[in-house]
């Protein structure tokens, strides 16, 4: 009834709801190593994957032996998992996937899955799907990467994927997940101060000025705070010390970076198309990075100390990747 309403406890009621919910609202981007060994299996840890949660939306990077296990430890949920990508058609990196397209059909899946991947995925799996997935309740779409080249992959409102072209023994590349700039942030005393109505508040928030029901114009920078920094988080993994990437992944918050190998082991390193701690250290150390994550590790290192010491000499904010641990950008 509105001649019981108290208009100005109702104005105070949704500001301050408002505001709840936009200091709630800090977005996550979270990386959850699910494995990060190498091709040869070993009982410290799983063939490589791993999932990025970006509010709350998850995104697989690569498909190893055991994935969807680790997923189960990790506490993901499958029905967030909408974005698989896979940066080569090694199996250390791709095993896994059958198992987890036809656990998706068991559990009655009505959501389409997309995976972006080398175009010779889609023709390796479709007998496999065709033969053990008879009747699937959800949709598959491939959509083919090219890895020779920079392009974007993904995008929605509010995240970029780029791909990021490595040098591997078979076609392969790495990706960069970037947050689009948000809006501006508003200080709740000037929005209380002025009034200014709930409607207003969006286009506020994307730049414009307050103008008040006596013409007055209120300037965006009076009543806004800038928009807070936008996170980059790159993932490379499998690749021949290549210091062509520096330039995209260049001031990133943090980066996982293939580190097979340790110094002493360089020219195998090499024979094989992988880097060292050192070299990923130094690639960390010459794009700016903020933290620098390595896996991908050897099996013939019984412990990866050694990897973690040779590149925390040259960039001192490494760390280790571990099975279901999880970073945040």
Same mark, same amino acid.
């Given at each position: ?100 397209? @036809?656990?998706?059909? %068991?559990? =009655?899946?009505?959501?389409? /899955? !997309?995976?972006?991947?080398?175009? $010779? &995925? ?59 700039? @948000?809006?501006?942030? %508003?200080? =709740?005393?000037?929005?209380? /101060? !002025?009034?200014?109505?709930?409607? $207003? &508040? ?128």
């Amino acid at each position: 009834y509105p001649s019981t309403i108290n208009l100005k406890r109702v104005h105070s009621f949704w500001n301050t709801l408002f505001f709840y919910l936009l200091l709630h609202a800090m977005e996550k981007f979270e990386v959850h190593i699910l494995g990060c060994g190498s091709a040869l299996p070993t009982t410290r840890h799983f063939a490589s994957s791993q999932v990025i949660n970006f509010r709350d939306k998850h995104f697989m990077i690569d498909c190893g032996e055991g994935t969807q296990m680790q997923m189960r430890k990790s506490k993901l949920k499958f029905s967030r998992l909408n974005h698989i990508f896979i940066s080569h058609l090694h199996g250390d990196h791709c095993f896994g996937l059958m198992g987890l397209l @036809s656990t998706f059909g %068991l559990v =009655k899946r009505t959501a389409t /899955l !997309y995976i972006h991947a080398p175009s $010779e &995925l889609q023709a390796l799996l479709q007998p496999q799907l065709d033969f053990f997935c008879k009747g699937m309740s959800y949709k598959i779409v491939f959509q083919a990467v090219d890895t020779y080249k920079r392009q974007i992959i993904y995008e929605d409102r509010s995240l970029l994927v780029h791909s990021i072209p490595l040098r591997h023994r078979i076609p392969c590349c790495g990706f960069l997940f970037e947050e689009k700039q @948000s809006a501006r942030h %508003l200080i =709740k005393e000037k929005i209380d /101060l !002025y009034r200014i109505p709930i409607y $207003e &508040l969006n286009k506020i928030k994307n730049g414009e000025d307050f103008i008040d029901e006596e013409g007055r114009v209120i300037p965006n920078e009076e009543i806004t705070l800038p928009a807070s920094p936008t996170r980059k988080y790159a993932y490379c993994s499998d690749t021949i010390y290549q210091p062509g990437i520096v330039q995209q992944i260049k001031g990133i918050d943090t980066l996982y970076h293939e580190a097979t190998f340790a110094s002493s082991d360089e020219a195998r390193a090499k024979e094989t198309f992988h880097t060292t701690a050192m070299q990923a250290a130094e690639l960390a150390k010459n794009a700016e990075v903020k933290k620098l994550i390595i896996g991908h590790f050897s099996a013939r290192y019984e412990e990866e100390s050694v990897l973690l010491e040779e590149a925390k000499q040259i960039f001192d904010n490494t760390y280790l990747a571990k099975e279901n641990i999880c970073f945040n950008v």
